[in-house]
């Protein structure tokens, strides 16, 4: 995030803090199911869907109305967006509302789409690991298209990280030692997370889940690394609450507060997740949970209103954490983010 709009990001931030108000600073908006690979853990299973895609009329308008709302950076998701043909006007018209654009890929479909892309202003490319352990989790022949998308990307001057998903096949130390050192010769940063709560019905995930010790391990030495100065997204403290969390299998604490320290989520006040079918939700992780309403239908306020009343407390997520850091206003977080910025990353 740019140095202007994050100093406009933290001042309605603390505008909506000091009033009890709530702003969407921060959306990801899946813009299709359609998608190139079948990823099992994927949180929406979308490769299965049959969702009809957003209009491209009904996408611009999407993005006209949560620029009056206040939105100050959007994340462009699916299933792969890159899919879409008019990826190009959605981006555009993200960047004339004056929002950050932000984008999740696989990474496939890069070097097709590369012209698109080189406006947004940061791609995270998904890849988990060595060939073996990233095609165990994500497709038999995915690790070379990753690589190649990876390659087009920089090479096209845009700004790139690689996010790794930690699962039984990727939690060992050979493997977090290959994205770090991977992150490092690209020059890039690497961000670790982990099984997200998938929707009702589709608990496909729990197969991939490793066991609490061997994601305690993972997430220590991810800090190590971390205090060591190599190029990992999110901080310190984030990563330490997965070593802390007591079962990684209870991924939210819905209708209940832990009892143990946890960070305060601050979704659906501060974030707002549309899905591929319209309807907006605080998080991805409460698909089929939470009564979420079609924006097409209830309008886009009604339904980002209806997110405030959600009951889930805290998950151990990194991404999730860092963002609820900073929205509960973290000094030392917010610190590090402001020097990351000034770094260029």
């Given at each position: 995030?740019?140095i202007?709009?994050?100093?406009s990001?933290m001042?309605?931030?603390v505008k909506?803090?000091?009033?009890g108000?709530?702003t969407?600073?921060?959306?990801?908006?899946n813009?299709t199911?359609?998608?190139?690979?079948?990823?099992?853990?994927c949180?929406?299973?979308y490769f299965?869907s049959?969702q009809?895609?957003?209009?491209?009329k009904?996408l611009?308008g999407?993005?006209?109305?949560?620029g009056?709302?206040?939105t100050?950076?959007i994340?462009?998701?699916?299933g792969?967006?890159?899919?879409?043909?008019?990826?190009?006007k959605i981006?555009?018209?993200?960047?004339?509302?004056?929002?950050?654009?932000?984008f999740?890929t696989?990474?496939?479909?890069?070097?097709?789409?590369?012209?698109?892309l080189?406006n947004a202003?940061?791609?995270?490319?998904?890849?988990?690991g060595?060939?073996k352990v990233?095609?165990?989790n994500?497709?038999q022949g995915?690790?070379k298209m990753?690589?190649?998308?990876i390659?087009?990307?920089l090479?096209?001057g845009?700004?790139t990280?690689?996010?790794?998903?930690i699962?039984?096949h990727?939690?060992?130390?050979e493997?977090?030692?290959?994205i770090?050192?991977?992150?490092k010769?690209?020059?890039?940063?690497a961000?670790?997370?982990?099984l997200?709560q998938q929707?009702?019905g589709k608990?496909?995930?729990?197969?991939?889940?490793?066991e609490?010790?061997?994601?305690?391990?993972a997430?220590r030495?991810?800090?190590?690394?971390?205090k060591?100065?190599a190029?990992?997204l999110?901080?310190e403290?984030?990563?330490?609450?997965?070593?802390?969390?007591p079962?990684?299998?209870?991924?939210?604490?819905?209708?209940e507060?832990?009892?143990?320290?946890y960070?305060?989520?601050?979704a659906?006040?501060?974030?707002?997740?549309?899905?591929?079918d319209?309807k907006?939700?605080p998080?991805?992780?409460?698909?089929g949970?939470?009564?979420?309403?079609?924006?097409?239908?209830a309008?886009?306020?009604?339904?980002?209103?209806?997110?405030?009343?959600y009951?889930?407390?805290a998950?151990?997520f990194?991404?999730f954490n860092e963002f609820?850091s900073?929205?509960?206003?973290?000094?030392?977080i917010?610190?590090?983010?402001?020097?990351?910025?000034?770094?260029?990353?």
């Amino acid at each position: 995030m740019g140095i202007l709009n994050r100093a406009s990001y933290m001042a309605t931030l603390v505008k909506d803090k000091t009033t009890g108000g709530g702003t969407p600073l921060t959306v990801v908006l899946n813009v299709t199911s359609r998608c190139t690979l079948q990823c099992g853990y994927c949180y929406g299973q979308y490769f299965k869907s049959k969702q009809k895609d957003f209009s491209t009329k009904e996408l611009l308008g999407l993005v006209d109305s949560l620029g009056k709302l206040g939105t100050r950076s959007i994340t462009l998701g699916g299933g792969e967006p890159l899919t879409r043909g008019d990826i190009g006007k959605i981006i555009k018209r993200i960047k004339l509302n004056g929002i950050e654009c932000g984008f999740n890929t696989n990474g496939t479909l890069i070097p097709l789409r590369i012209k698109e892309l080189k406006n947004a202003d940061m791609i995270c490319v998904s890849l988990d690991g060595p060939e073996k352990v990233n095609d165990l989790n994500r497709g038999q022949g995915s690790h070379k298209m990753i690589m190649t998308g990876i390659d087009t990307a920089l090479q096209a001057g845009i700004k790139t990280h690689i996010s790794s998903v930690i699962t039984r096949h990727n939690c060992q130390p050979e493997s977090i030692d290959w994205i770090v050192e991977f992150a490092k010769e690209k020059g890039i940063q690497a961000e670790f997370n982990f099984l997200f709560q998938q929707a009702e019905g589709k608990r496909d995930s729990d197969r991939f889940m490793a066991e609490n010790k061997a994601i305690r391990k993972a997430a220590r030495r991810i800090i190590e690394y971390k205090k060591a100065g190599a190029p990992i997204l999110f901080s310190e403290k984030v990563y330490k609450l997965v070593a802390d969390w007591p079962d990684h299998r209870k991924r939210l604490y819905l209708g209940e507060k832990p009892k143990f320290k946890y960070i305060p989520c601050a979704a659906g006040r501060f974030m707002m997740f549309i899905d591929a079918d319209g309807k907006v939700y605080p998080c991805v992780q409460l698909i089929g949970t939470f009564p979420a309403l079609d924006f097409r239908k209830a309008g886009l306020e009604k339904a980002w209103a209806n997110c405030a009343n959600y009951p889930c407390f805290a998950c151990y997520f990194p991404c999730f954490n860092e963002f609820s850091s900073i929205a509960n206003l973290d000094l030392g977080i917010i610190s590090g983010q402001i020097l990351s910025t000034l770094k260029g990353h």
